[in-house]
C-alpha cells in the first residue's frame, strides 16, 4: 500500500528539528565591491530615469527586497514586477497583494519571462504611472528610460529580453544566466518598445548591505540570489529539507525512493547521490591491503537535488512551495 506524503512520516512527527542551527555561517554579509558601485550608479543616473521597474521573485514576494531601493530610488513612479510565477503558487495572491499594498506598494504585477505570460501588460502600465505621476515632466521629449532593479538573479535581464521579444520582435539583448553576478554593471539603454519609443536600462543585482535574518539570507539563497559556495550547498539543502519535514510535505520520499521520511540531510544527501549516480571510487587502507570501495559524491548530492534542481523548491513563510517534482502538489505557505 502506499502511503500519502503526509502519511509517511506521521509515527515520528514528533521528532522533526524545532529550530534550524546554522552552524556559525553569517549569510548577512555578502555585499560585493561591485553591488555598492552599482548602487551607487543607479543612483547618479535618476536624473535621466522616468520610471523604475523592480523585479523580485514570486516565490518570496515578502521578504528578502533591498530595503535601500525605497529610500535611495523611490522618487519615481514605481513598479513592482514578481516574476517566475511559473514557480510560485499563487494561490494566495490576493494576500499577498494585500500584504504588498499595506506596505505601499499598489502597482505590482506576476510574470513568468521565459513564457512571456503577462509581459505584454508591463508597458501599458509604466505608461499610465508617468503620465499620472506629479513628478513626470519631460517637455517635448518623446522618449522614455526606464530603470530596472533587484536584488541578483530574479530575472531583470530576461524580463529586458521578454519585453523585446513582445514589441519588437527582436531577440536578446541582455546577458542572461542561472546564477547571481551576471550583470555587473549599469548598461547603456537598451530599446524595447517603439510605440511609444521606450529604452531600459539594466542595473547589477543589488543585495542589501546586511540581510535582515539568517532565514531571509536561506530564502534567497535557495531561490539562487546569493552564490551557493557562500552558504554552503549542505547547509541549503538542510535548510529545505527542515522546512518541508515542519510543513508536513513527503513528496520527496517518493521522488527518490527513499524508505522514510528523515531529517538528516546527510541520510538523505546519501540516498540522493546513489539514486542520481553521484559516486566515487576511494581506496581503504586495511591490515591486509588497499580495498577500493565506491561511496556517495556528497559535495555532488546537493547540487543535483538543491535549489538548482525541480524536486528542491524553495521554501519559506512567505513563499509558494513548488512540489510538483516531488509527486506532491503545489502548495502556499503561510503569508503572514
Known amino acids: 500500500m502506499t502511503l500519502a506524503p503526509r502519511a509517511l512520516c506521521s509515527t515520528v512527527q514528533a521528532a522533526w528539528r524545532e529550530n534550524f542551527l546554522l552552524s556559525g555561517r553569517d549569510v548577512a554579509r555578502w555585499f560585493p565591491g561591485h553591488m555598492a558601485k552599482g548602487l551607487k550608479k543607479m543612483k547618479s543616473s535618476l536624473k535621466l530615469v522616468d520610471c523604475i521597474i523592480e523585479v523580485h521573485d514570486a516565490r518570496i514576494p515578502l521578504s528578502g527586497r533591498n530595503p535601500l531601493f525605497q529610500e535611495t530610488l523611490g522618487l519615481k513612479p514605481h513598479l513592482l514586477v514578481l516574476n517566475k510565477m511559473d514557480l510560485a503558487d499563487l494561490t494566495e495572491q490576493q494576500k499577498i497583494m494585500q500584504r504588498l499594498e499595506g506596505e505601499g506598494l499598489k502597482n505590482v504585477i506576476f510574470t513568468d519571462c521565459l513564457k512571456d505570460e503577462n509581459v505584454k501588460q508591463i508597458i501599458p502600465m509604466v505608461t499610465e504611472l508617468m503620465g499620472s505621476s506629479p513628478r513626470y515632466h519631460r517637455g517635448e521629449n518623446l522618449e522614455y528610460c526606464i530603470m530596472v532593479i533587484g536584488v541578483p538573479n530574479v530575472g531583470k535581464s530576461s524580463l529586458i529580453n521578454s519585453l523585446r521579444r513582445q514589441h519588437l520582435r527582436k531577440g536578446k539583448a541582455a546577458r542572461v544566466g542561472g546564477e547571481p553576478g551576471i550583470t555587473r554593471a549599469v548598461m547603456s539603454r537598451i530599446q524595447v518598445s517603439e510605440r511609444p519609443l521606450m529604452f531600459l536600462l539594466d542595473t547589477p543585482g543589488v543585495l542589501a548591505p546586511r540581510i ?26 538542510d535548510y529545505l529539507l527542515f ?28 540516498s540522493v547521490a546513489v539514486k542520481l549516480g553521484k559516486t566515487q571510487k576511494v581506496k581503504v587502507l586495511t591490515g591486509t591491503g588497499d580495498v577500493n570501495v565506491i561511496q556517495p559524491d556528497y559535495p555532488a548530492g546537493p547540487r543535483d537535488a538543491g535549489p538548482r534542481h525541480p524536486a528542491w523548491p ?18 502556499a505557505s503561510q503569508t503572514s
Request: proline fraction near 4%; charge should be negative; charged fraction near 20%.
Open 243 to 270: 522546512t518541508l519535514n515542519r510543513h508536513q510535505r513527503f513528496g520527496y520520499v517518493q521522488h527518490y525512493g527513499l524508505e522514510s521520511a528523515c531529517d538528516s540531510i546527510e541520510r538523505v544527501l546519501k
Open 314 to 331: 524553495p521554501p519559506g513563510r512567505d513563499c509558494a512551495l513548488n512540489l510538483s517534482a516531488w509527486g506532491g502538489p503545489r502548495v
Open 212 to 237: 535582515e535574518s539568517v532565514e531571509t539570507g536561506l530564502k534567497l539563497a535557495l531561490c539562487g540570489t546569493v552564490l551557493d559556495h557562500l552558504v554552503g550547498e549542505e547547509t541549503m539543502a
